[in-house]
């Protein structure tokens, strides 16, 4: 079926036709709230709720997926699912089709949670444009600022740029299908998707974690000078078992960084403090930050509280595998440590429906497709708030 251009005396009509319609939908699937992105810290978002959907008649849920299906396609006997029908033939009226992508992406939304905590160790966050490599510079140390004597010439401290030092990245694609087929709607399955979405929405999230914790857990190469993160020549490689005189050398050595091609020292280390450990160490580092004394003798634990009366900077990591191995992480932001790349901004996952043809799922198999994308890439930026113990 063809369809046409609007005019512009119907526009305002076709907006409400399609908000009203995207509104029952989203009920249909339980969606009660409009929801909205705010940004925290280094730029990453968060999902908010928004303001509750209109509760007028005309926007209840739909009754089964079938009828929302012939409400926007016309299609009664559910014949050309797929095929992206409208009852009314103008091309700026949603189908179902896309309808149920706006609102498996809006499902997405309202989970927008990032799990894992891979949020703690981003020191940033960047929207590259496109999948060319994404150069990141740090600059040149710069030495204390020198006196001005009376009538004499600034000290000019930017004469050279041969001090700097760059890293590069590439957006890398995370995508997969799912595809929902007419039996779906027609036997009113609104649990498989919601169950479809909610896996998927958990899989590229934790994709995503092990993406950010990888570099850390797997100690990748430093692009600037090409060794691991973790390193001896970095002075944030240990080898001690998690006790409190062991997160004491770590703090200190991370304490102890300082600026490129310089002996000043950063002073990083006084927190926010992440402890990040596996399974096996967790009750050890709970009780290193509740007890008050360490031995019989009554010596007092500086570790103590250091990381949150309720323990909310100690964080059990699934994707540390070692049961020995820990790592201490200046989260202040004062030193980056990684950051992570969304394509155009874009930092939770998208569906976006497949292009219908006569030749594809929709004419062959009764269904309708769904591709899923992830755009991103992360890279170390710094290593000198981070520190790890790899345990014999």
Same mark, same amino acid.
Not at 129 to 157: C, G, H, Q, S, W
Not at 188 to 194: A, F, S, Y
Not at 245 to 252: K, V
Not at 309 to 333: H, K, M, Y
């Given at each position: ?13 076709? &907006? ?51 009828? /929302? ?23 700026? $009226?949603?189908?179902? *089709? ?19 905590? !891979? ?19 740090? $600059?040149?140390?710069?030495? %204390? ?10 000290? %000019? ?8 030092? +760059?890293?590069?990245? =590439? ?33 590229? !999230? ?6 950010? !914790? ?9 692009? &600037? ?23 004491? /050398? ?8 300082? *600026? ?13 403090? $992440? ?8 009750? #050890? ?8 004394? $360490? %031995? ?17 900077? &100690?964080? +059990?990591?699934?994707?540390? #595998? ?43 198999? %009764? ?21 790890? =113990?790899?345990?014999?």
């Amino acid at each position: 079926m063809g369809s046409r251009d609007v005019t512009v005396g119907e526009v305002q009509n076709l &907006i409400e036709i399609n908000s009203e319609r995207q509104t029952r939908l989203d009920k249909t699937f339980g969606l009660t709230h409009n929801a909205r992105l705010e940004p925290t810290k280094h730029g990453l978002l968060r999902a908010v709720q928004g303001l509750p959907y209109p509760e007028e008649s005309r926007y209840r849920p739909f009754a089964s997926l079938s009828e /929302a299906y012939i409400e926007f396609s016309g299609d009664a006997d559910i014949r050309y699912f797929g095929r992206n029908l409208r009852v009314i033939q103008v091309a700026a $009226l949603l189908t179902f *089709e896309q309808a149920l992508a706006n609102t498996m992406n809006r499902l997405l939304l309202k989970d927008f949670a990032t799990s894992y905590r !891979w949020s703690d160790v981003i020191s940033s966050i960047t929207s590259p444009p496109d999948f060319r490599a994404n150069v990141r510079t740090r $600059l040149k140390y710069m030495p %204390d600022i020198p006196d001005l004597t009376e009538d004499e010439p600034f000290t %000019d401290l930017q004469t050279t740029t041969s001090n700097d030092e +760059a890293l590069s990245y =590439s957006i890398n694609q995370k995508a997969c299908v799912v595809a929902f087929t007419r039996r779906v709607v027609v036997n009113d399955d609104i649990g498989v998707v919601q169950r479809a979405v909610e896996q998927l929405g958990r899989a590229a !999230w934790r994709t995503l974690a092990k993406r950010v !914790w990888g570099l850390l857990a797997n100690n990748a190469t430093y692009g &600037i000078d090409g060794l691991p993160i973790f390193h001896a020549d970095h002075g944030n490689l240990g080898s001690a078992a998690l006790s409190a005189s062991a997160l004491t /050398a770590a703090r200190n050595a991370i304490f102890a960084q300082t *600026e490129s091609n310089s002996t000043d020292r950063l002073g990083l280390g006084g927190g926010p403090l $992440l402890l990040v450990v596996p399974i096996e160490l967790e009750a #050890t580092a709970l009780g290193l930050n509740i007890v008050e004394f $360490l %031995d019989s003798n009554f010596t007092p634990n500086p570790w103590r509280y250091r990381f949150g009366r309720q323990n909310e900077a &100690i964080f +059990a990591n699934p994707i540390f #595998t070692d049961s020995n191995d820990w790592c201490l992480l200046d989260v202040s932001g004062n030193a980056g440590i990684i950051e992570v790349g969304f394509l155009q901004g874009a930092q939770n996952p998208q569906f976006v429906q497949s292009s219908p043809t006569m030749t594809s799922s929709a004419f062959t198999q %009764d269904r309708v497709t769904y591709k899923m994308r992830h755009e991103y890439e992360c890279a170390i930026v710094d290593y000198r708030g981070a520190y790890k =113990s790899v345990v014999a």
